[in-house]
């Protein structure tokens, strides 16, 4: 992190831009992420890629691990793809089938083929929020840290709904209300990760630009940044300012997440493009 960067709770950017306040595209589903096609789940996903190197480690065809489950080869492929879930039963067996003695990996693959049958919050917004949503909803409450760089617009997660809601409204004028507002509710039980008792580590750089951007108009954007000194009081966040001075950003392409998940599993990306979420 350049020299530059100023630890958010010790920088005057927030104060002087309150007092400032006092006195004075694109479809709105892509600038969210969103490209508005359901498919396999990441977690379907991210279990069949596993269940397949482990497979392929073990020596064994597709026709060989339907065998032992009594599924067929093309079964076996299409669970391996994601698009059809692995139930506990199989991803055991299949696991005794490849000789996994690792109790670390079996136990994560075991709880991770729960997770895609298991039903939380976010899963009652299927058919509503498309899955790549969902899946970074079940991944932020998974995950061990992450870290963001905000350029244009803050995180979702450090939003108040007034400002979320006119960064979604700027987006596409002609959104449906209803449909705003139930995309305002997830966003915000998205933060719900911060008051567990184990919240995960967060740390987020925020461009100048996106402070000083107006985001709602004043009276909202005074709001907010009163809401983002609130949020560097929390013992698990840490919030910092890049400013103009800094020069060229570390990532010139733009906002990005990253999330430090558990062992067996390898860090996770999430990028928002004009095409959806990009994992």
Not at 14 to 22: A, E, K, M, S
Not at 154 to 166: C, I, R, S, V
Request: charged share 25%; proline share 5%.
């Amino acid at each position: 992190m350049p020299p530059s960067q100023k630890k958010f709770k010790l920088a005057g950017h927030v104060l002087t831009l309150i007092q400032t306040l006092g006195s004075s595209t694109q479809n709105w589903k892509a600038a969210c992420g969103v490209s508005g096609k359901q498919g396999p789940t990441l977690r379907a996903q991210w279990l069949g890629k596993q269940l397949r190197d482990l497979r392929e480690a073990a020596g064994l065809t597709l026709r060989d691990a339907g065998e032992h489950i009594l599924r067929d080869a093309s079964t076996i492929s299409r669970m391996e793809a994601g698009f059809v879930p692995a139930r506990v039963p199989d991803v055991l067996e299949l696991l005794n089938l490849f000789r996994v003695s690792d109790q670390v990996v079996r136990s994560a693959l075991e709880q991770l083929s729960r997770d895609i049958w298991r039903k939380g919050w976010w899963d009652g917004y299927t058919g509503w929020i498309p899955g790549k949503i969902i899946d970074l909803a079940w991944l932020e409450s998974r995950a061990e840290k992450f870290r963001d760089f905000s350029a244009l617009v803050l995180h979702g997660l450090l939003q108040t709904p007034e400002y979320a809601k006119a960064v979604m409204w700027a987006a596409d004028k002609d959104v449906n209300e209803g449909d705003l507002e139930l995309w305002i509710e997830f966003r915000m039980r998205r933060r719900e990760i911060f008051d567990r008792g184990n919240p995960p580590e967060y740390t987020s750089i925020i461009d100048e630009g996106a402070l000083r951007r107006q985001v709602g108009g004043p009276e909202v954007m005074r709001a907010q940044l009163a809401y983002l000194l609130e949020l560097a009081e929390h013992p698990s966040l840490t919030l910092n300012v890049l400013p103009f001075t800094a020069g060229a950003p570390a990532s010139p392409e733009g906002a990005f997440t990253y999330l430090t998940m558990a062992e067996p599993f390898s860090d996770v990306v999430q990028i928002n493009t004009e095409g959806g979420a990009i994992y």
